[in-house]
Every structure is written in structure tokens, then in C-alpha cells.
């Protein structure tokens, strides 16, 4: 059974950075596609970034994050990264990360197993 738990968030200032972390102390992640998601208040989830279990996997991004957001795994620890620079005040929400056996790695991947969110609050 895979067991993601997540840290990092919390509170920071518009123009600053956060990183996320998504890890499996149990087990390897090495054959998951990783993927983020995030849902603000009053809005349903909506995809953030994801990346396929093969080396080879190129990352996507949604639009609204793209240069800003950068997806990350380090398999020796078993850990996923979000790391979030320029933050904005909309991208204030509860993320999750996800992750799907053998997966492409794609936005319209299904993931089946979640973490269980984290608050990241940007204020202006």
C-alpha cells in the first residue's frame, strides 16, 4: 500500500518561495509518476504539475504556473518536490501530491494514490 505523506507550506509573501515535499518512507517511488495537484477555496482541483517514473519523463506544468513551478523527484529518498518560486496570491490553496503506478506522468492521468494536502497561503 502506498503511503504519501507530504510537508513543507505554509504561509509567505507574495514574490517568495516554498518547496513541497511528497515522500513514501515505506517504499520506493521509483515507478510512480509523480504529479501535483491543488484545490483553492470554493474551486474544484485543478492539475498543477506532473512527471512520468521513467528518467527519460518530461515534466508538464500548468499554464498558469509554468516558469514559475518546478517538479522534481530524488528516488534515493523516495521524495517528490514542488518547488514553488514568484508565488502569487491565486496560487493560495491546499496541494496534494499524487502519484500513479508506472504512469506517463500526464495532466490527464489517473493517480491513485493522494497525500494528504498541505495549506500554502500567499499573502499581497
Known amino acids: 500500500q502506498v503511503q504519501l505523506v507530504q510537508s513543507g507550506g505554509g504561509l509567505v509573501q507574495a514574490g517568495g518561495s516554498l518547496r513541497l515535499s511528497c515522500s513514501d518512507s515505506?517504499?520506493?517511488?521509483?515507478?510512480?509518476?509523480m504529479a501535483w495537484f491543488r484545490q483553492a477555496p470554493g474551486k474544484e482541483r485543478e492539475f498543477v504539475s506532473s512527471?512520468?517514473?521513467?528518467?527519460?519523463?518530461?515534466?508538464y506544468y500548468a499554464d498558469s504556473v509554468n516558469g514559475r513551478f518546478t517538479i522534481s523527484r530524488d528516488n534515493a529518498k523516495n521524495t517528490a518536490y514542488l518547488q514553488m518560486n514568484s508565488l502569487k496570491a491565486e496560487d493560495t490553496a491546499v496541494y496534494y501530491c499524487?502519484?500513479?503506478?508506472?504512469?506517463?506522468?500526464?495532466?490527464?492521468?489517473?493517480?491513485?494514490?493522494w497525500g494528504q494536502g498541505t495549506q500554502v497561503t500567499v499573502s499581497s
Open positions: 515505506r517504499r520506493t517511488l521509483d515507478n510512480f509518476a
Open positions: 499524487a502519484a500513479d503506478l508506472y504512469g506517463m506522468g500526464r495532466p490527464d492521468s489517473k493517480y491513485d494514490y
Open positions: 512527471i512520468g517514473w521513467m528518467t527519460t519523463s518530461r515534466p
